[in-house]
């Protein structure tokens, strides 16, 4: 059986993830490297906003994104807890300012969301998943002993395209 190509850039879903301060994304890496399936950690850690969003809104969503970010102070964000997937754990993200820019990017594309995009938003960075649930159980019986809420840096906004593994970039938005 032969393998099949990857989807062109202008057929392949959109993503659009924040982006995290270097510090901040240092932490969430090296929290996805020690608790992480390897085999299956071959992003770095990230906080979705969309999922899949057609790849003809490419041009739109640059533009929007662009008014969003482009001499706009970043919006305040904290890691306000630890969320168990059940097969994973994650740091909950709350950020009114990404919640707002969330909302108003569904409404802009509010007939092409899939369900999980148009469905309820719970911003998190996950640092496990795909274990058997008594191993995140675990995880995040540990974590919680020394959690304590913090502030992230959200530095910008990014678009990918996914490509069944890794994301392949397509623009950053930063923050003033």
Request: charged content about 20%.
């Given at each position: 059986m ?9 057929l392949?879903?959109i ?8 510090r901040?994304q ?5 929290l ?6 390897p085999?299956?950690?071959?992003l770095?850690?990230h ?7 057609p790849?003809?809104v ?5 533009h929007r994104l662009n008014?969003a970010t ?10 306000a807890?630890?969320m168990?997937?059940g097969r ?6 709350d950020?009114?300012g990404?919640?707002?820019?969330r909302?108003?990017?569904c409404e ?7 369900p999980q995009d148009a ?5 998190h960075v996950?640092?496990?998943n795909k274990?058997?649930p ?16 913090h ?26």
């Amino acid at each position: 059986m032969r393998a099949v190509p990857p989807a062109p850039a202008n057929l392949a879903p959109i993503i659009v993830s924040a982006l995290f301060g270097r510090r901040d994304q240092a932490t969430f890496d090296a929290l996805r490297r020690a608790h992480f399936p390897p085999e299956r950690n071959v992003l770095s850690a990230h906080l979705t906003l969309f999922h899949h969003l057609p790849p003809s809104v490419e041009d739109e969503l640059k533009h929007r994104l662009n008014t969003a970010t482009r001499g706009v102070r970043a919006p305040t964000a904290r890691a306000a807890g630890l969320m168990s997937l059940g097969r994973g754990v994650a740091v909950k993200i709350d950020s009114p300012g990404l919640t707002a820019i969330r909302r108003d990017l569904c409404e802009a594309f509010a007939g092409m969301l899939t369900p999980q995009d148009a469905g309820g938003w719970r911003p998190h960075v996950t640092i496990q998943n795909k274990v058997a649930p008594s191993m995140a159980k675990l995880l995040l019986a540990a974590l919680s002993k020394e959690f304590r809420p913090h502030a992230v840096e959200i530095a910008g906004l990014g678009l990918w395209w996914y490509r069944d593994g890794p994301w392949e970039p397509v623009s950053r938005h930063m923050f003033a």
